[in-house]
T-cell receptor, first 117, second 111 residues
Framework: GAVVSQHPSRVICKSGTSVKIECRSL??????MFWYRQFPKQSLMLMAT?????????EQGVEKDKFLINHASLTLSTLTVTSAHPEDSSFYIC?????????????FGPGTRLLVL | RKEVEQDPGPFNVPEGATVAFNCTYS??????FFWYRQDCRKEPKLLMS???SGNEDGRFTAQLNRASQYISLLIRDSKLSDSATYLC????????????FGAGTRLAVHP
């Protein structure tokens, strides 16, 4: 099946630093990738939809200047958390939508656990 | 009101038991429906799609009632390995078929 990788799997950083998370589709091309955030015991919340070669679409309440998304190729999207603060500590998961299969089929990366001290 | 609501559980059941999870969604324009499974500190994985006619995959049966905006998942003959959080997921029309996740129902199967 389709494989999506994320790097790094976990990161600990100091408050005020920026963190970049990569999401790659390994064996298929993904024109659309999604970024989610999940706080403990809560549901996955969609942060933004990333389209190759165009600007990302952010969900209401998500600061586009704080969460920078770049989808430079059909297999790579990056999320940069700028000037991270402790409240940004969360589980960040990306997914990629395959061009075939039932509508809504998305393949998820293994997630990145971010801890901001 | 949350777009997708689930009983958080936990459901603690013995091996071999039958357990049912329910889910309601608020957007009548929702188009596709899924159950995902999420293990602790892992990404969600698709368990099965849910169709109006109801569908079965081995020990798992999913049902959809569009009129009531209600989705269910039935697990028969529970195994220890079924212990996980089960996420009810819907897509909404327009745009990129965004997935809207419920907060999940936790299942713990014990010997």
């Amino acid at each position: 099946g389709a494989v999506v990788s994320q790097h790094p799997s976990r990161v600990i950083c100091k408050s005020g630093t920026s963190v970049k998370i990569e999401c790659r589709s390994l064996d298929f091309q993904a024109t659309t990738m999604f970024w989610y955030r999940q706080f403990p015991k809560q549901s996955l919340m969609l942060m933004a939809t990333s389209n190759e070669g165009s600007k990302a679409t952010y969900e209401q309440g998500v600061e586009k200047d704080k969460f920078l998304i770049n989808h430079a190729s059909l297999t790579l999207s990056t999320l940069t958390v700028t000037s991270a603060h402790p409240e940004d500590s969360s589980f960040y998961i990306c997914s990629a939508r395959a061009t075939s299969g039932p509508p809504g089929t998305q393949y998820f990366g293994p997630g990145t656990r971010l801890l901001v001290l | 009101r949350k777009e997708v609501e689930q009983d958080p559980g936990p459901f603690n059941v013995p091996e071999g038991a039958t357990v049912a999870f329910n889910c309601t969604y608020s957007n009548s324009a929702s188009q596709s429906f899924f159950w995902y499974r999420q293990d602790c500190r892992k990404e969600p994985k698709l368990l099965m799609s849910v169709y109006s006619s109801g569908n079965e995959d081995g020990r798992f049966t999913a049902q959809l009632n569009r009129a009531s905006q209600y989705i269910s998942l039935l697990i028969r003959d529970s195994k220890l390995s079924d212990s996980a959080t089960y996420l009810c997921v819907v897509t909404v029309s327009g745009g990129y078929n965004k997935l809207i996740f419920g907060a999940g129902t936790r299942l713990a199967v014990h010997p």
